[in-house]
């Protein structure tokens, strides 16, 4: 029965997504997809997992503050984090970890941001562009010393496509990876 269940609502879900399209062009429902994330935007709010912790992010409600802000869910306790625009420059505030945004090379297919005295590049390939937007882009981030791959079944554009950046690789913040333990050798 829950085998049926799930794809019942794996089948409404990709319904929904074909035809929840906005006046502008842009997809009402994007979801974020990889081992690490299970993410879903609707109208703007995202929620779901980052390694099956509950995350939640919306547009800030402060007055006078562009940007995002949310929480994870980590050991039983809800940590904020936010993605603020000051000067119309990104900052990002993850897990006590500040980044700011550099530049986007569409060309090279990057994001940069400023983490400390470090630039940290975000990658990104497309399937394909449909005008400005980037169709079921695959965002590239090296955190933890691990890549996270994590694709937008969706669409977006350059400039939305940075918030996303941010928000996944602000997110990685909270995994805690423990590089493999080398073996040793026995003689």
Same mark, same amino acid.
């Given at each position: 029965?829950?085998?049926?269940?799930?794809?019942?609502?794996?089948?409404?879900?990709?319904?929904?997504?074909?035809?929840?399209?906005?006046?502008?062009?842009?997809?009402?429902?994007?979801?974020?997809? *990889?081992?690490?994330f299970?993410?879903?935007?609707?109208? $703007?709010?995202?929620?779901?997992?980052? !390694? @099956?912790? #509950?995350?939640? /992010?919306?547009? *800030?409600?402060?007055k006078?503050?562009?940007?995002?802000? $949310?929480?994870?869910?980590?050991?039983? !306790? @809800?940590? #904020?984090?936010? /993605?603020?625009?000051?000067?119309?420059?990104?900052?990002?505030?993850?897990? $006590?970890?500040?980044?700011?945004?550099? !530049?986007?090379?569409?060309?090279?297919?990057?994001?940069?941001?400023?983490?400390?005295?470090d630039?940290?590049?975000?990658?990104?390939?497309?399937?394909? !562009?449909?005008?400005?937007?980037?169709?079921?882009?695959?965002?590239?981030?090296?955190?933890?010393?691990?890549?996270?791959?994590?694709?937008?079944?969706?669409?977006?554009?350059?400039?939305?496509?940075?918030?996303?950046?941010?928000?996944?690789?602000?997110?990685?913040?909270?995994?805690?990876?423990?590089?493999?333990?080398?073996?040793?050798e026995t003689?």
């Open positions: 029965m829950k085998k049926i269940s799930a794809f019942l609502m794996t089948m409404l879900l990709g319904l929904s997504f074909v035809f929840a399209h906005e006046k502008d062009g842009h997809s009402k429902l994007r979801q974020f997809i *990889s081992p690490e299970n993410l879903t935007e609707i109208k $703007g709010v995202m929620s779901g997992t980052f !390694k @099956k912790m #509950p995350v939640w /992010i919306a547009k *800030s409600e402060k006078g503050e562009k940007g995002y802000r $949310g929480w994870i869910i980590k050991e039983q !306790k @809800k940590l #904020p984090f936010s /993605i603020i625009y000051r000067d119309n420059v990104l900052h990002g505030y993850f897990n $006590g970890k500040k980044f700011v945004y550099l !530049k986007a090379d569409a060309k090279k297919q990057t994001y940069t941001f400023k983490i400390d005295k630039e940290v590049t975000v990658s990104f390939l497309y399937e394909t !562009k449909s005008g400005r937007h980037m169709i079921n882009p695959l965002f590239v981030v090296k955190n933890n010393g691990r890549n996270y791959l994590v694709r937008l079944i969706g669409e977006c554009c350059l400039r939305h496509g940075l918030y996303y950046a941010a928000t996944i690789y602000g997110l990685t913040f909270f995994d805690e990876y423990e590089p493999r333990k080398e073996k040793k003689k």
